[in-house]
T-cell receptor
Framework: AQTVTQSQPEMSVQEAETVTLSCTYDTSESNYYLFWYKQPPSRQMILVIRQEAYKQQNATENRFSVNFQKAAKSFSLKISDSQLGDTAMYFCAFTNTNAGKSTFGDGTTLTVKP | GAVVSQHPSRVICKSGTSVKIECRSLDFQATTMFWYRQFPKQSLMLMATSNEGSKATYEQGVEKDKFLINHASLTLSTLTVTSAHPEDSSFYIC????????????FGQGTRLTVV
């Protein structure tokens, strides 16, 4: 079974600054996908970024980038130039390639302060 | 992008009654749909995996007779909470994966169920 750990229940950052959310996971699989999802107060789950485990290059999506360390089983999310709209709960998720089933971390509540 | 529509967004029902929640993939055929339950400020807890035309696979500890899942087509899965009780009050979310790309999940808007 896979486990996903987010060790930061809450974080805050000043607007326009950079923040990094941490995520570690445990699995015996070699091929899988990792995701970061954002859940704003509306509770709609929004995909922020995805990373294929077989790719060494870190994924980037505008202001969002990841630091994927496969050997260390670490998958952190960096948000640059933080905006007030980034305030949300962020979930790290591991997805089994075959089953498509996802395991979610406990989430990190991020508050961007003006 | 792929859109998943979940209905209703909010529902209040009386204790002992049943309530049905629908999850539809609007512009793609979903290989698999997943049902989650989420308590306030907590993570998503997978309840069951639903494949079209076959019985749902329930996670350990989830009562299959209480949470009935039907996946009659490639675009529709339903979750029926039978004989609802106040402890069933929660936020329920569905997600669907695309047949050709069985990894990224697309989420519905969620349903807030309140049992009174």
């Amino acid at each position: 079974a896979q486990t996903v750990t987010q060790s930061q229940p809450e974080m805050s950052v000043q607007e326009a600054e950079t923040v990094t959310l941490s995520c570690t996971y445990d699995t015996s699989e070699s091929n899988y996908y990792l995701f970061w999802y954002k859940q704003p107060p509306s509770r709609q789950m929004i995909l922020v970024i995805r990373q294929e485990a077989y790719k060494q290059q870190n994924a980037t999506e505008n202001r969002f980038s990841v630091n994927f360390q496969k050997a260390a089983k670490s998958f952190s999310l960096k948000i640059s130039d933080s905006q007030l709209g980034d305030t949300a709960m962020y979930f790290c998720a591991f997805t089994n390639t075959n089953a498509g089933k996802s395991t979610f971390g406990d989430g990190t509540t991020l508050t961007v302060k003006p | 992008g792929a859109v998943v529509s979940q209905h209703p967004s909010r529902v209040i029902c009386k204790s002992g009654t049943s309530v049905k929640i629908e999850c539809r993939s609007l512009d793609f055929q979903a290989t698999t749909m997943f049902w989650y339950r989420q308590f306030p400020k907590q993570s998503l807890m997978l309840m069951a995996t639903s494949n079209e035309g076959s019985k749902a696979t329930y996670e350990q500890g989830v009562e299959k007779d209480k949470f009935l899942i039907n996946h009659a087509s490639l675009t529709l899965s339903t979750l029926t909470v039978t004989s609802a009780h106040p402890e069933d009050s929660s936020f329920y979310i569905c997600s669907a994966t695309v047949r050709e790309i069985n990894t990224e999940a697309f989420f519905g808007q969620g349903t807030r169920l309140t049992v009174v």
